[in-house]
C-alpha cells in the first residue's frame, strides 16, 4: 500500500485516491471504482504452471476449482460498495471474460465487450451501474 501510494502521489493522483487492505471488501466506505487482479488460475492447475509463475505466493494464484472464486465474491459485495455511477475492471484468466462478465451481468451491472492483451486474449472485464 506504501508503494501504491508513494506512486499515486508522483504522478500527483494521491489526493484523489484511496488504497485499502482488506479481504476483498473494507468494513465501511464505497467505491466509484473497483480494480482488481484477483487470482484466477484453478486450484488443480496450480501444479502445471511454469516455473516463473509458480515463484509468486499461492494466495496471488489459487482462484479456487474453477478459478471463479474471487469474481464472485467480488460480484456479491458490490451492491454493498460501489457506488452510482460505478465502475469494475475485472483483470480475467484466459477462456474466462465470458463466465466473469456474466457473474457481474447478474448482479447488475451493465458489461461492455471485453479487452483483449496485444495476442487477441480477453483479459479485462469491464462494466458499470448507472
Known amino acids: 500500500l506504501e508503494l501504491?501510494?508513494?506512486?499515486?502521489d508522483r504522478h500527483r493522483v494521491g489526493s484523489r485516491l484511496r488504497f485499502c487492505q482488506?479481504?476483498?471488501?473494507?468494513?465501511?466506505?464505497?467505491?466509484q471504482m473497483v480494480v482488481s487482479n484477483p487470482p484466477y488460475i484453478p486450484s488443480l492447475?496450480?501444479?502445471?504452471?511454469?516455473?516463473?509463475?509458480?515463484?509468486?505466493?499461492i494466495q496471488a494464484l489459487d482462484g479456487g476449482r474453477d478459478g471463479l472464486t474471487y469474481y464472485r465474491r467480488i460480484a456479491v459485495g458490490l451492491h454493498q460498495y460501489l457506488s452510482s455511477p460505478g465502475?469494475?475492471?475485472?483483470?480475467?484468466?484466459a477462456r474466462q471474460a465470458e463466465?466473469?462478465?456474466?457473474?457481474?451481468?447478474?448482479?447488475g451491472l451493465t458489461v461492455l465487450p471485453p479487452v483483449c492483451d496485444l495476442?487477441?486474449?480477453?483479459?479485462?472485464?469491464?462494466?458499470?451501474?448507472?
Not at 22 to 31: V, Y
Not at 87 to 93: A, Q
Open 99 to 107: 463466465e466473469v462478465g456474466e457473474l457481474m451481468a447478474a448482479v
Open 45 to 57: 492447475k496450480l501444479k502445471g504452471l511454469r516455473p516463473e509463475v509458480r515463484t509468486e505466493p
Open 119 to 130: 495476442a487477441g486474449t480477453p483479459r479485462l472485464v469491464q462494466g458499470y451501474f448507472k
Open 22 to 31: 482488506g479481504d476483498l471488501w473494507p468494513p465501511a466506505g464505497s467505491f
Open 4 to 8: 501504491a501510494q508513494y506512486n499515486a
Open 87 to 93: 465502475w469494475v475492471l475485472l483483470e480475467v484468466g
